[in-house]
């Protein structure tokens, strides 16, 4: 079974950090685009974070440039959100999504089936 597994997800006082986790599970990270998404109750789901396997091109959401960093490890077909300085704005549900065999970042429109997503809360 093909799927991506977030985890991670926590509650950080504000100006906290956390690191997410997102496995793959039945397939391999190479020659792919993974993207880190959230969604804020009562929000629309939007794009954080972006990083391309075959040369490591990183992309970010202006709200966390700066803040936020997206790494990879193929050899454990992991992708990594280190997530500092973090602020009530950031708290939601953060999926992961890939986009196989592309080097073009992965879409909200573009996902057919998300995962389950890991909590983040920010509150002191």
């Known amino acids: 079974q093909l799927q991506l597994v977030e985890s991670g997800g926590h509650l950080v006082q504000p100006g906290g950090s956390l690191r997410l986790s997102c496995a793959a599970s039945?397939?391999?990270?190479?020659?792919?685009?993974i993207g880190w998404f959230r969604q804020a109750p009562g929000k629309q789901r939007e794009g954080v974070s972006c990083i391309t396997s075959s040369d490591g091109n990183t992309y970010y959401a202006d709200s966390v440039k700066g803040r936020f960093t997206i790494s990879i490890d193929n050899s454990k077909a992991t992708v990594y959100l280190q997530m500092n300085s973090l602020k009530s704005d950031d708290a939601g549900v953060y999926y992961c999504a890939a986009r196989r065999g592309s080097s073009f970042c992965p879409t909200i429109p573009s996902v057919a089936h998300w995962g389950k997503g890991t909590l983040v809360t920010v509150s002191s």
């Open positions: 039945g397939f391999t990270l190479e020659h792919s685009a």
